[in-house]
């Protein structure tokens, strides 16, 4: 048959991985596909905000399937970081913000309402719901929603985005989670409106009932002038957050992953 390759052994198969590449910004390699969530992949963003841990290589970010955004604001949806994937795979996004990519060159946005799914390779992407709102929203991208996403495959995967404590976190661990990507701050010295603090986000952990939790959104970007001002910026919210884990849902295994380190997870069940 013209134009096949007899004998040759098929690709190997990605391993059942999340990778913490920093902030919001998380590899998940599950049944053979890679998905990107909220890529920021700049040494400063905002114009004032800084990197503290090296840019990953490109085998940590490169060639996703797919690629999920959980809603507009600018440390979750970097323009200029997204670049890299114009022109390649679909890239999720809240329902009322495709048309926002699509005039900026993007045409393969895929609209995700909460409740409804999208199938990327083996692996089912459903989007839910997240309670978050506040500033630093892009101009022309206020109509975009706030969401997390539910990947259904090998492994069952949550990625919160970015939220505040909601009693939906229970309607969500119904699903059987085996990994929950939780945020446990920002990049400031204080948190407003819409966000988990590390006790929240263990408080989340006791209606999400994963198997294990990831913490994210911690420890990877603040501003220039914080290591003087807040030495405990970088380290410190994850540190309560494992504490408080410990205490209140001691069943759930705390993997705290620095920006750059992944976990391989065991699967538990059969898609």
């Known amino acids: 048959m013209p134009g096949r390759s007899e004998g040759l052994a098929p690709p190997p198969a990605r391993a059942e991985t999340v990778t913490y590449v920093g902030h919001s910004t998380v590899t998940v390699d599950t049944d053979g596909v890679r998905l990107l969530t909220d890529p920021v992949l700049r040494r400063g963003v905002l114009g004032f905000l800084r990197r503290r841990h090296p840019l990953p290589d490109g085998s940590a970010v ?4 797919a690629v999920l955004i959980s809603h507009f604001h600018h440390d979750h949806l970097d323009l200029r970081s997204l670049r890299r994937f114009r022109g390649g795979p679909p890239i999720v996004v809240p329902e009322g913000g495709g048309t926002y990519l ?23 992407i459903t989007a839910v719901s997240a309670l978050h709102g506040g500033g ?6 206020g109509d975009a929603e706030f969401i997390g996403y539910v990947i259904d495959g090998r492994v069952k995967t949550y990625f919160a985005g970015d939220t505040d404590f909601f009693d939906g976190f229970e309607e969500i661990g119904d699903r059987g989670l085996d990994v929950a990507l939780i945020p446990v701050w920002g990049w400031g010295a204080k948190l407003g409106s819409g966000h988990l603090d590390p006790e929240g986000a263990a408080r989340a952990l006791q209606l999400l009932r994963p198997r294990i939790a ?6 990877t970007y603040s501003p220039y002038f914080s290591k003087q001002l807040w030495p405990w910026l970088l380290r410190g919210p994850v540190e309560r957050f494992a504490k408080s884990a410990a205490e ?3 069943e759930v295994d705390v993997r705290v992953l620095e920006p750059g380190e992944s976990l391989d997870v065991e699967v538990s069940h059969a898609a």
């Open 102 to 124: 699509e005039r900026r060159g993007y045409d393969n946005v895929i609209e995700l309402p909460v409740g409804e799914s999208t199938k990327v390779g083996g692996a089912e």
């Open 62 to 65: 490169d060639s996703p399937d």
């Open 248 to 250: 209140l849902a001691p």
């Open 214 to 219: 990831v913490p994210i959104h911690w420890g």
């Open 136 to 141: 630093l929203a892009r101009p022309g991208g």
